[in-house]
């Protein structure tokens, strides 16, 4: 059963550090909103951004937003895009 509600569309994780770049555990696929503006990403504007959970540095994260959002926002946005998304994280528990 899928509740659109909890889909998660906001980040991908790899379990292990070993694990293939192209085969997370979780991806949210490609044509996901970007985070800074709401609208879906595109094959030629895109950038992921990587991290390593804080707790078990075996485990990591990443998101996609487009680059030219990236390139443009503010050292500011850039952290609380972070923030929103480790808050979406402890909320679902991954
Ligand atoms: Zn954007």
């Known amino acids: 059963m899928t509740n659109k509600e909890t889909v998660n569309d906001v980040y991908g994780w790899y379990d292990n550090a ?3 770049k192209n085969q997370p555990s979780y991806d949210p696929g ?7 503006c709401g609208e879906p990403l595109t094959d030629d ?4 951004h990587s991290f ?4 078990d540095g075996s ?7 487009h680059r030219t959002c990236d390139e443009q926002a503010t050292e500011k946005e ?3 895009i972070w923030h929103a998304v480790m ?4 909320k679902d528990g991954n």
Request: glycine residues 0%.
């Open 52 to 55: 390593s959970a804080m707790t």
């Open 18 to 20: 070993e694990q293939p």
């Open 78 to 80: 850039k952290t609380s």
């Open 59 to 65: 485990k990591s994260y990443y998101y996609r937003t």
């Open 45 to 48: 504007n895109v950038r992921t």
């Open 87 to 90: 808050q979406r994280i402890e």
């Open 30 to 36: 490609f044509y996901v909103p970007c985070l800074y």
